[in-house]
């Protein structure tokens, strides 16, 4: 069974700082990657995806990730953080074959003025 | 284009009660999910219809029912609410059941409902 492990339960930064959220995945196979963030009192939104081609994704306000089969992650960056990107983020994986997507418990994200 | 749309967005129920979510989607698409999202836990798959008449069991389908109405509506239902059952219902859809590009899912607003 695939399984995501979100290192950092809540994060605290302030703004300008950079960004890196962790994300590992335990699955043998294929896998597509997403990064979900919400917003308080919001619903989910997808930031980036990978489906497969270069490991270094670019997603929606600035976001990447990087895709490292080696290590089963898929860290969650940005250079620059602001105020707004305050939120909850979720790494999410889907295997080939399962097509049933499985979500990390998120990690909490405080960007301080 | 109003994408995925559940009602109600707020429910309180007391134990024992029963209730139907409802969500309805508007992309066309072949598969629908529904999800609780608890503090701490992420999101928890509860079932899915893959396809319209088809509905599987996902990670936490114990005290729900669903049914796929047809190929826009998916209900979940509480039988005998529980006050382990407060949280907060994500329904999602996708293109269809299978591999990329179409496993990607939109969600709708959520639910939050509270078990008294």
């Known amino acids: 069974a695939q399984s995501v492990s979100q290192h950092n339960h809540h994060v605290i930064l302030s703004e300008a700082a950079s960004l890196e959220l962790g994300c590992n995945y335990s699955y043998g196979g294929t896998v597509n990657l997403f990064w979900y963030v919400q917003y308080p009192g919001q619903h989910l939104q997808l930031l980036l995806k990978y489906f497969s081609g270069d490991p270094l994704v670019k997603g929606i306000k600035g976001f990447e990730a990087e895709f490292i089969k080696s290590k089963f992650s898929f860290n969650l960056r940005k250079p620059s953080v602001q105020w707004s990107d305050t939120a909850e983020y979720f790494c999410?994986?889907?295997?080939?074959?399962?097509?049933?997507?499985?979500f990390g418990k998120g990690t909490k994200l405080s960007v301080i003025p | 284009n109003a994408g995925v749309t559940q009602t109600p967005k707020f429910q309180v129920l007391k134990t024992g009660q029963s209730m139907t979510l409802q969500c309805a989607q508007d992309?066309?698409?072949?598969?629908m999910y529904w999800y609780r999202q608890d503090p701490g836990m992420g999101l928890r798959l509860i079932y899915y219809?893959?396809?319209?008449?088809?509905?599987d069991k996902g990670e936490v389908p114990n005290g729900y029912n669903v049914s796929r109405l047809n190929k826009r509506e998916f209900s979940l239902r509480l039988e005998s609410a529980a006050p382990s059952q407060t949280s907060v219902y994500f329904c999602?859809?996708?293109?269809?059941?299978?591999?990329?590009?179409?496993?990607?899912?939109?969600f709708g607003p959520g639910t939050r409902l509270t078990v008294l």
């Open positions: 992309m066309n698409h072949n598969s």
């Open positions: 999602a859809s996708s293109e269809r059941w299978g591999p990329e590009p179409y496993n990607e899912q939109f």
């Open positions: 219809s893959a396809s319209e008449g088809t509905t």
């Open positions: 999410a994986v889907v295997g080939a074959g399962s097509y049933q997507l499985t």
